[in-house]
């Protein structure tokens, strides 16, 4: 080996020894360094310190997630919603009877506000005439198809784009230390189920939310299907995630990660345990590269679980202040 | 080094790598060699070849086993209805009336005739009370309890030590290639998760089964607790095996274990997927070393799906023949 060749391999080493350290000593880079990033590694270094005090063992080390403006966007209205709205207009050919009915007529008329004053019974009826009434296999497709075809409408982007680079990180960073990560959320578990696994890399099977009835039934072909019927199943939400919790993954999370009041019992669940533990709530600040909103939002409200987060020292992530970037394609 | 030494050095390398080769070579050594151990290693070689054309990315290797008479015996009487029994002679001196009501009268004074004339309104009447109305940390307490000191009636072993050796082996193989596997059981789901990672391998999110409604409260004290209602939330059982396994898991397992007519409808999902998959029954054939039943049996009974195993070539496993072992005692 020549002088300058060795130089170049002895450089390469050092570069890649370099690139390894950085890695090691942020795993978070798309935070800023400031009290919360530390509290979070902090965290993590305790709880998997062999032999320390707040050591828990990798099978306990059960990270939940909200994701609604937790892990990915959530306004001008929730993502399902949006798809809800789309899958009226894409189905309204087969019903005919939708051109003067409410609240779907004003869902194809573009309406908003007789849409919204049709409360929460419209909603409902929006949600089970798109979301139901077909087979398990039948609504991931329809949710695929959406997902690769339809954009926020004033970000521009495919909706799975608007998911949270420092969240992302995050997921990655506990994963890498023997957690395990699950979605828990008041969005429909099958919907989410469609794109968790590609975007969070969270599987199927750790993803808990609102679900409907389903039916085993055997088809005209003889093939057995799961019919999805108009009837809620489980309403993952509020004092429901610690029943999911317990429900769908039988142990107290470590690790539980909310942005409003509908997760303020899935926090205090959290608390409650008896190891180390870390309660975290997303504060949305940055009207400018994302929304601004908490006590007097319409979506995502947050505030009597802020107040708890304040008095029980919660970790309150200011995205404006924490996050460097806020989604992937800023970096 | 000396010669003999040297000797000694190499024989002990040789021992080990044989042993190795033997490790690989039998992965389920109590099993005895046949058609369906055959099938078993085939099916697994087969789904884990990487460019072969029954490859399955290790995602979606999900394996489904019923638990009673699939894991472990379920006679006299299913042990989850043992423990039940159990706890009414526990709880009797918070309940005098039981003295005189039926059917707690009948459990007290060991008549099992006047029992089972009860039928399943008794039944349920004695689950719900053993079962609920305690907070979800008080039930799992009670079966841990009961499983370090209650022991079967004839085998007079805990009942933890009732589990099939050769099944131990099938779920500790399929994980050592890539496989997740899953508990879906007509058997309440704190129940087996009391016991299931510990003896299975098996963690409380992978178990899924049938379950009560239960309730967040916060308690006198300010501590959040879930209680259990007396009312069943999802009986995963028959028709809603595949439900079960939709509702938790949300994909189609590639393999599916049962032993009764239980079973058959997630045979029949897991049949009905368009990749590599594996259908298996445990048929208890073993009057001696375990105990023989099927298409007359009032637990387990294995009729229907048993004709349909035959018919769509399902294998079905022959205890008798098939297993060298019934017990990890008998190794």
Chains 1, 2 share one sequence.
Do not use: C
């Not at 909706?159 to 969240?167: F, K």
């Not at 994302?290 to 979506?299: G, K, P, V």
């Amino acid at each position: 080996m020549t002088n300058s060749r060795r130089t170049v391999v002895i450089l390469a080493i050092l570069f890649a020894i370099a690139s390894l350290t950085h890695a090691q000593s942020d795993p978070l880079p798309s935070w800023n360094d400031g009290a919360n990033k530390r509290a979070l590694i902090d965290f993590v270094t305790r709880v998997t310190r062999e032999g320390g005090p707040d050591f828990v063992p990798a099978p306990q080390r059960i990270a939940t997630f909200d994701n609604d403006g937790t892990l990915w966007s959530e306004q001008p209205i929730y993502f399902q919603f949006a798809f809800a709205l789309d899958r009226v207009k894409a189905l309204a050919p087969h019903h005919p009877e939708w051109k003067t009915q409410q609240p779907f007529k004003a869902v194809l008329d573009g309406d908003m506000k007789t849409l919204l004053a049709s409360g929460e019974k419209g909603l409902a009826e929006i949600i089970m005439a798109t979301h139901t009434g077909i087979t398990t296999d039948e609504f991931t497709r329809t949710v695929f198809d959406w997902l690769i075809t339809a954009k926020h409408p004033t970000r521009k982007r495919f909706y799975t784009e608007l998911v949270y680079q420092p969240m992302l990180e995050l997921l990655a960073y506990l994963r890498q230390n023997g957690f395990k990560t699950f979605i828990v959320s008041g969005g429909t578990v099958e919907f989410m189920r469609a794109f968790a696994e590609k975007v969070y890399g969270i599987p199927p099977e750790q993803v808990v939310g609102t679900s409907f009835v389903t039916k085993f039934q055997v088809n005209a072909s003889g093939v057995p299907v799961l019919m999805r019927e108009p009837k809620i199943d489980f309403i993952d939400d509020g004092p429901g995630k610690p029943v999911g919790i317990q429900k769908f993954i039988g142990r107290r999370p470590i690790m539980a990660f909310g942005n409003s009041d509908g997760d303020q019992q899935m926090l205090q669940w959290t608390d409650a345990g008896t190891t180390a533990r870390f309660m975290g709530l997303v504060r949305h600040t940055d009207a400018e590269r994302e929304w601004a909103y908490d006590r007097d939002s319409h979506i995502g409200k947050l505030d009597r679980a802020l107040d708890e987060a304040l008095s029980r020292k919660w970790v309150v992530v200011d995205m404006k202040k924490d996050w460097k970037v806020i989604y992937p394609a800023e970096k």
